[in-house]
């Protein structure tokens, strides 16, 4: 990376300035009165694919907050999620200026640049911070050169691609002193921190299972016999590919489908495990640490051939240094984590809370327990439906504040190193001793060799 940043990017950095010295179309202050365009967090945001429906909307419904620049490197497709939804970086500068647009009673906003490079975004002094919702094998040389652009960060999860990219992204945001909250966002759901601090605080004796769960793989793989297809036109697909290997196009590489290939993406594993498993860490009080053995309980993995290369059946065992067992395990709806202990259970999923005893869910916790952290402290209605929201409040308060988020990259670290152990341990078919402290298999070589991967020049860490 740093023959990137310190002559291509730098190159860019001082023709992008150039550009930005011409005024910003911003909406008036009469529009926002407290959140002022003095006041507003400047957000440029990367990547416009199927998470960006959800993320984008939640970032520009905070009043303190204006987009002024998208990036990603399509144009404009169907073909991601589900067919019908049209993405890219023209259709999201598009929804931008419309809410601002709509937001200052006017006809016309033109307010929100689009561009392909994420570089271009990074050189803008203008911007504070940074939306990263890209395929996961560009988070760590994103974060890292947002760290070094001075920009704060809301990465999606999972953090990182390999245990090693995690480190470098850790080690760069505490450098250069930047806020980073990981895209987990159910720790910002009410139910589950209630469950979780049944658990913290004893209300179902000492924990000795956990049970998650991740989804099943919801895209068909085109198998053996695969063909390459022509590149679109609006498509960058060397941009796409970046540090990931070189690899002929096909539709089912990109866009949404990308996480079911292992050069860029762990699978569900690394995708509801970080959400699932996120909980068990929280719930659990390890948030910093992990399991310190890992074993396969019988993973699937697609034949040979095939274009997915990730786990078609998710299968692992964990055990931490105290006992506690984690088992997760592919199972329907798909989200879900079960906290199993001595004097009862409690488990949420997308239905909510369940306890044993039933009386537990309206059980209070006192104001001399352990209390976890509340996302977004000021909202007063119901906020079970607005825990994504709140996650980027509480990134935008961190920003304001420069205390950590509830997420911080040392927590998503964690989190996305227990699922990319988990997915070694998979692949090797055989029982890893980890050690959490020194982030590293314990007389393993083989193992540890897995833990990181080369990138395809220019592009390093």
Known sequence: ???????????????????????????????????APSNRIAVGFIGNGNQSTIDLPAFLQQEDVQVVAVCDVNTASYGYKTPQQFLGRKPAQDKVNAFYAEKQGAGQYRGCDAYTDFRDVLARRDIDAVAIVVPDHWHGLMVVMAAEAGKDMYCEKPLSLTVRQG????????????????????????????????????????????????????????????????????????????????????????????????????????????????????????DRSGPVEFEDTGAEWPAPGGLF?????????????????????????????????????????????????????????????????????????????????????????GVKSRQDPIESVEVGHSTATLCHVANIAMKLRRKLRWDPAAEQFVGDDEANALLGRPMREPWTL
Request: one cysteine or more.
């Open 1 to 35: 990376m740093r023959s990137l940043s310190r002559r291509t990017f730098l190159k860019k950095s001082v023709a992008a300035l150039g550009t930005a010295a011409v005024a910003p179309y911003v909406v008036p202050a009469s529009v926002f009165g407290a959140h």
């Open 167 to 286: 480190q470098a992204m850790v080690k760069a945001v505490r450098k250069h002193q930047r806020i980073l909250q990981t895209g987990s966002h159910y720790r910002s759901s009410p139910a589950n921190r209630f469950a979780c601090e049944l658990v913290r605080n004893g209300r179902i004796g000492k924990v000795e299972r956990i049970i998650t769960q991740v989804a099943e793989n919801n895209a068909v793989d085109p198998g053996p016999g695969w063909q390459p297809m022509p590149v679109p036109e609006g498509f960058d697909y060397e941009m796409w590919l970046g540090p990931a290997p070189q690899a002929p196009y096909h539709l089912d590489r990109c866009l949404y489908r990308f996480r079911f290939i292992l050069d860029y993406s762990g699978g569900q594993t690394t995708n509801f495990g970080c959400h699932s498993n996120d909980i068990a860490q929280w719930g659990l009080g390890m």
């Open 309 to 397: 290369t990730t786990a078609t059946k998710v299968s692992f065992r964990a055990r931490y240094a105290n006992g506690t067992e984690l088992i997760c395990q592919t199972a329907k709806p798909g989200f879900g984590t079960r906290f199993e202990g001595t004097e009862g259970w409690v488990e949420f999923g997308y239905r909510g809370v369940k306890t044993s005893p039933e009386s537990l869910q309206t059980t209070r916790i006192g104001p001399r327990e352990i209390h976890l952290p509340v996302s977004n402290p000021a909202r007063q209605e119901d906020s079970s439906r607005n825990y994504i929201p709140d996650h980027v409040r509480n990134f935008i308060d």
